[in-house]
Structure formats: C-alpha cells, structure tokens
C-alpha cells in the first residue's frame, strides 16, 4: 500500500533530550516535507527537500533539522526540544513539488 | 508576504445542499493551489491540486476555481453528504520558493 509512514504517533519528552521523528514513503517520490500544526495558527512549513541531498528551509526552522541521505527517509531531528515545540508534526512527500501531497498521520509530541 | 486566508471558519449545512468554500491569498505570484481535508486524529488529504495557468479543477462532487487576478479559490461540494463532514484547507504554493503557505481551514458539518 502507497504510504507515508511516521514514528512515533505520539511522543512525551523533556527539555533538552534530542529526539527523531521519522517519515518514510513508499512511492519513489522526489519532494518531501515536515510542517507543524498549532491551534490558532494552523499549518506551517518547517522544512523540505526537492531530492536527495537537497534541503531547504520553510517557515518556521528554528529549532529543527533535517537530512535526506536517500530518497524513501526523510527524519525530523530536535537536537534540544522546548516547551514552544509542542505540537503536532506531519510529514508529507508527493512525485515532485508540483504535484498532490501525501501525508502521513501526523505524530503529536509534547516537551515538558 | 502571501497571507492565506478562509472564511468562514466553521459551516454548517442540511445533507444534501450545494455549498461553497472561499480561500482567499495576498500574492498572485502561486505556483499551484491545492485544497486538503483534514479529518479529526488523521492526516490531510489532497482533493485538488489547480496549476497556476488553470482556471479550475474537477472530481467527482467536487469543483476547484482559481481566480489569480483576484486572488481568489472556491471550493464547490455538490450534493454535500455527512460524510463530506471535516476541515477543508486551502494552500498556497509560492512561485519564488516552492514554499506552501497554508490556510487555517473551514470546519464544515453535513446534518443528517
């Protein structure tokens, strides 16, 4: 089945422990996303890649990194998480950036 | 800088009418357009993706319009079912960066 998968679902951790969230597809597809969605803000753009090796920031980076070694990976890396990165994170890949996004199911994390 | 915005924030409609969802943007410099809904605890998903250079986009009970000179998007749900009960979400994607700025949504409510 045509999927984007996230890891974990949902994720409680302190200040300041680094964690990864992971995002994988199925579909050979080139574009690849993370955005962040808060009440009162909706969604917002953290970071994307346009292909392996290439990354580029999005609306809201501080705080966040990303890589993208192969096509499938795409993982959200919080190297010291803050209170203010409660959220709720989905990952979303389509064939190139100009085509239907897909998204996974989103993974809810809360920093205490 | 490109400000997405839908109104009304929640709508509620008898199963069976014909309705209408606005996105309004500031920028007309889009790349595409799409329309996603959101259903409650799951991810978005993609209904219609309009190019820049379309005017409008259709499947199935469903109508896209784009209207750049105006900055302006509908969404056309014929026959609305309960089922077509969510968050529509509108997003725009920028022409200079490939960055989609999104919408805040229209709660919609289909009454048995």
């Known amino acids: 089945e045509a999927q984007v998968t996230q890891n974990p679902r949902y994720l409680i951790t302190v200040t300041g422990k680094k964690l990864t969230v992971t995002c994988s597809q199925n579909?050979?597809?080139?574009?690849m996303s993370w955005y962040r969605q808060d009440p009162g803000l909706g969604l917002r753009q953290i970071y994307y890649s346009m292909n392996v090796e290439v990354t580029d920031k999005g609306d809201v980076p501080e705080g966040y990194k990303v890589s993208r070694k192969e096509k499938r990976n795409f993982p959200l890396i919080l190297e010291s998480p803050s209170p203010n990165q409660t959220s709720l994170y989905f990952c979303?890949?389509?064939?190139?950036?100009?085509?239907?996004?897909?998204f996974g199911n989103g993974t809810r994390l809360t920093v205490t | 800088k490109q400000e997405v915005t839908q109104i009304p924030a929640a709508l509620s409609v008898p199963e069976g009418e014909n309705l209408v969802l606005n996105c309004s943007f500031t920028d007309s410099a889009i790349y595409n357009l799409q329309w996603f809904r959101q259903d409650p605890g799951k991810g978005l998903t993609s209904l219609l993706l309009i190019q820049s250079s379309q005017r409008e986009q259709t499947s199935g009970r469903l109508n896209a319009s784009l209207d750049k000179s105006s900055g302006r998007s509908t969404l056309y749900i014929a026959a609305s079912q309960p089922g077509d009960s969510a968050t529509y979400l509108c997003a725009v994607k920028l022409d200079s960066n490939y960055q989609l700025i999104w919408g805040a949504g229209t709660k919609l409510i289909i009454k048995p």
């Open positions: 979303a890949s389509s064939f190139t950036h100009n085509s239907p996004l897909h």
């Open positions: 579909m050979n597809h080139e574009y």
